[in-house]
């Protein structure tokens, strides 16, 4: 095992090193860069001012266009007067020390914006994990005890639905009808404004008011994969011979299938824990985020996009492909830890 995971290590060097160069690449063709919007911004700032005035330290003359020497100090700013390649190795070497560099536009640490944008993130994340989890596993087992029943097709019936409907609709439908016409949550934050006056009982029932909405619309579509595949494979279980075996030996049902079949038929759900885990934290939740004005790493990675923030993007970028690769390893190891029959040679 030793020796797979080095292998598996050393494999992480050139594929993060691939990643991170297929984006720097696309960036350097992607109109609209950092120096052009600080450009424009300074522009609409000069016209603004009247067409004299400076805007973020840059002085327009009409239409005679930019002070080159102005220009060439705006590209010393943002790193553009090296050349790509020597830009590329640098960014490297800064991400060899984890250093994720520092925002163009927010004037912070990509770190800092990270870490200050986790908590929205770990908030979703945990609790769509748990949630999803919690009931779609024992739905599962539900199910595959009472295969071919109303409740086996009932069940199905509702979240196959509810895995047809995106989550962006549902949050929509839900801010429309709890949010809007009832009243019963609030529309946006993850706490109120007066949340620090309030006693940690407060604290709490405020907190999960404010969240109720955004997990429930993140959570409802993610049943149907868990549920489903848990059903399958508890039902390939029960009919193998050592389940008949153990009900020969007049052991209870819910002996043969705790005892017995649960550990082999969550095999799969059980190695894909860590993968789901932290996926759940960076992954799927922009558009929830955006809808209701949670600030939270999905609406900040969105944000740096658009700007052109390229240190937040590539910061981000580097952490989030990182994170998956060792998780995407530990999820692979899983299958030894629960499964000593499956061999890596």
């Known amino acids: 095992m030793l020796s797979y995971i080095l292998k598996r290590l050393l494999l992480m060097v050139p594929t993060l090193l691939g990643v991170l160069l297929l984006t720097f690449v696309v960036i350097q063709f992607v109109p609209g860069g950092p120096v052009e919007q600080y450009l424009a911004e300074a522009k609409a700032g000069s016209v603004a001012g009247g067409g004299g005035a400076e805007g973020g330290g840059l002085s327009y003359r009409g239409g005679q ?14 790193g553009f007067d090296k050349p790509a390649h020597e830009r590329f190795v640098q960014m490297l070497g800064q991400f060899a020390r984890f250093d994720l560099g520092r925002s163009f536009f927010q004037n912070k640490d990509v770190w800092d914006l990270v870490v200050e944008k986790l908590p929205v993130s770990v908030s979703l ?3 769509t994990f748990f ?4 009931v779609a596993v024992p739905l ?9 029943t109303r409740f086996d097709l009932v069940t199905t019936l509702l979240v196959l639905a509810g895995y047809a409907i995106p989550g962006f609709v549902l949050g929509v439908a839900l801010l429309v009808v709890f949010g809007g016409q009832l009243q019963w949550f609030p529309l946006r934050g993850l706490t109120s404004a007066n949340w620090d006056e ?8 405020d907190y999960l008011w404010h969240i109720a909405m955004p997990v429930t619309a993140m959570v409802l579509g993610s049943f149907a994969v868990t549920t489903m595949l848990t059903k399958n494979a508890f039902l390939e279980e029960i009919r193998k011979q050592y389940v008949l075996t153990a009900r ?3 052991l209870s049902e819910q002996q043969v299938l705790y005892g017995h079949v649960f550990r082999n038929a969550l095999l799969p759900i059980v190695t894909g824990f860590p993968a789901a885990f932290i996926g759940a934290f960076f992954t799927g939740s922009l558009l929830i985020e955006t809808l209701f004005s949670l600030d939270g790493l999905g609406l900040l990675s969105f944000e740096s996009v658009i700007r052109r923030d390229y240190p937040v993007v590539l910061g981000t970028l580097y ?3 990182l994170l998956g690769l060792f998780t995407k390893l530990i999820s692979d190891l899983c299958y030894v830890w629960v499964d000593p029959r499956v061999k890596f040679d």
Do not use: H, M
């Open 198 to 205: 309030l006693g940690w009982g407060a604290r709490v029932v």
């Open 131 to 134: 949630i999803s989890y919690g």
């Open 125 to 127: 994340g945990l609790w």
């Open 248 to 250: 020969a030996k007049g």
């Open 65 to 78: 266009g930019v002070d080159p020497k102005r220009l060439e100090q705006i590209k010393a700013l943002y």
């Open 140 to 148: 599962g087992v539900a199910k595959a005890v009472r295969a071919g």
């Open 319 to 321: 952490l989030f492909t």
